[in-house]
């Protein structure tokens, strides 16, 4: 279970409080108006963002302060989730060992993921050789391969197209079946929240709401919401 | 489908391309026709060609390998004076010549700070002279260049890269290896490249810390074969090797970094989780920093004990660099803005590499075809101060072209379609699209080339007669007469005036300009 409990964060002039809990395997969704602070939410929970006040528990471990690599937590961001000079079978490896040194076992651990993403036969080939959404599938292979207890997606599929950005969601619902993780998902699409959520955590006027069912939430919103759902 | 794209100067572009090219082929034409009959160089020649070589790889080398640890402790590291120590990077470039060489003889020269360090401890002074001298001021002002060319490097690896890596649990060896090398081997050649590209012309520094037969640049070369054996041949033809090889440089090193150095964004640092240890970046911060610092504050400490030994003729020829610097920025502005805007507006070309001859072409090559074709019709001394803002200004338009193609590429990229849907006249486009977006370049480019003109020892020298010394060339002669005092007072005025016109045009630029 992921537990924030009287965070705030500072930033300059923007502060964000938040005060709640999510449940092992549950999938929720953070979404809120541009500038609202969803990165920086999610940001503190990955250790990226300093903790002025507050507490980040992840299964009951102590994680406020802990460095980004202590935490049980696997992330995708926007942009960046692959390094360019590495082929796509090197980034997914990365995900077993940083020195990229592996044993017979874990090299075929790795062949298995790129296979379950279907990017059998595209191993040898650089990020920049490959489509967006392969290199989607690449950096999915790789959470696969860590089989962290947390998920924290900053809105990766936001530059995708429609079909293809269905596809990736799709592909997290079925890592998330196999990982049973737990999802923290920003994004700045509604369609989103009702494609993979269970929970909508709302994030306005400086605060990070607790999470509500989605399917409800998103039935009857509360003002606020009405109005950045438009 | 293809697109008709906004099309702007199309005549005033070639015409001013024309008034680039044409000077420079005129000088070259006159100075080839000049070496007819003398086909071949002497051994002095060849060892001038040698020493243009290796002065030129060593300066690179050495300025690219002390500039990647500098680079990467200021892309790791947030301090206060973080910011004041990447601005006093661009100080170097606009730094006179002459000035910087005076402030390196304070620390390094026989009589200097270094020497007498030593002195008190019984050991022999240094001398700066030859070989090593040249290349310690290459570095001087090459150093900064490279620091803010690789830290651009680091600075355009996403920050989500560092990120992943933190998450990855990435040691400080995986985050060099993967990620930080592959940016290293993008943007170390083009540095280097540059670097010494820029070394190869050198000429002010040559003629200060080096000379004599085993430390003679091409440069210098031309301008001892023209001013004391006046062998018009023999520097026709040591103009034309130079014009190959550093032209050959030029185009490797402007095709190896697609951008512009001048741009902003180095402040921005990127936060990392692998920065251990950090006494060591903050060692090579020192260092680099003292590099810079402790010979412009020799300039000022010395120039102000200096200035009351200042002879009137140092004001005279103040007036005159800052004649030659308002000549030059007209004459660049007048250039580059339909060069920039031609260029702008086409596909990518062979013609920016010819606005590149600038960079390419010596200045001293240029100046001595000009005495050739001047001479017969007037004495070529009472045009000295119009020809050398002439070519002060070629010699800045690459840069300037690098800073302001780009930014008439953008903002027809971002509004090309709608001005031409709206069938907006030209001069509608020129005020209302382009100029909001090309002042801060422009500003920044005419500083520069006020701030390289008014401190410029080169083509003055060929031309120069007692009555018409521009200051760095009054400052080199108050040196040659060991009047030291007054020599530092004089580059005290000079760092002033350089200094002073670059932030008064990049002040203007940047006032009420887009971002």
Known sequence: ?230 | MAQRALQLSKWTGPIALFAVVGPILAALIAVGATAEGKLYLGPGDWAAIRFTLVQSFLSAAFSVALAIPAARALARRRFRGRSALITLMGAPFILPVIVAVFGLLTVFGRAGWVSSILGAVGLEPVSIYGLHGVVIAHVFFNLPLAVRLILQGWNDIPAERFRTAALLDFGPNAVFRIIEWPMLRKAVPGAFALIFAICLTSFAVALTLGGGPRATTIELAIYQAFRFDFDLGRAALLSIYQLGIAGCAAAIALLLIPLSFAEGGLNRPVQRWDTTPAWLDYVWLGLASAFLIVPLSAIVLSGLAGLPDVPISVWHSATASLYVAFISVVVLMILVLPLAAWMGSRKRSGIEAASLLGLAASPLMIGTGWFILINPVIDPQTVALPVTAFVNALMALPFAIRMLAPAVRSAIADHGQLAQSLNLPHVVIWRYVLWPRLRAPLGFSLGLAAALSVGDLGVIALFADPDRATLPLQMYRLMGAYRVDAAAGAALILLALAFTLFLLFDRWGRANADS
């Open chain 1, 1 to 230: 279970m992921l537990t924030v409990k009287n965070l705030l964060v500072r930033h300059d002039t923007f502060s964000l409080r938040a005060d709640w809990s999510v449940q092992s395997g549950s999938r929720t969704v953070v979404i809120g108006p541009s500038g609202a602070g969803k990165s920086t939410l999610i940001g503190a929970v990955a250790g990226f963002v300093d903790v002025a006040q507050g507490q980040i528990t992840l299964d009951g471990t102590d994680i406020t302060h802990a460095n980004p690599a202590n935490r049980d937590i696997a992330m995708l961001f926007q942009d960046g989730n692959l390094f360019p000079a590495l082929t796509l079978e090197q980034n997914v490896s990365l995900g077993l060992r940083p020195s990229l040194k592996l044993n017979a076992e874990e090299r075929k651990r790795v062949h298995t993921v790129l296979n379950r993403v279907g990017l059998s036969g595209f191993e040898k080939r650089k990020p920049g050789q490959v489509s967006g959404g392969q290199q989607g599938r690449a950096a999915l292979a790789r959470i696969l391969l860590q089989r962290k207890p947390l998920l924290l997606l900053d809105e990766p599929f936001s530059a995708l197209g429609p079909a293809l950005r269905q596809e990736m969601l799709d592909l997290v619902n079925d890592v998330l079946d196999e990982t049973q993780a737990t999802l923290l998902m920003v994004t700045h699409n509604p369609d989103d929240a009702k494609h993979i959520a269970q929970d909508i955590i709302f994030l306005d006027d400086g605060v990070a709401h607790s999470p509500e069912p989605a399917e409800q939430l998103l039935a009857n919103p509360h003002p606020a919401l009405k109005s950045y759902l438009g």
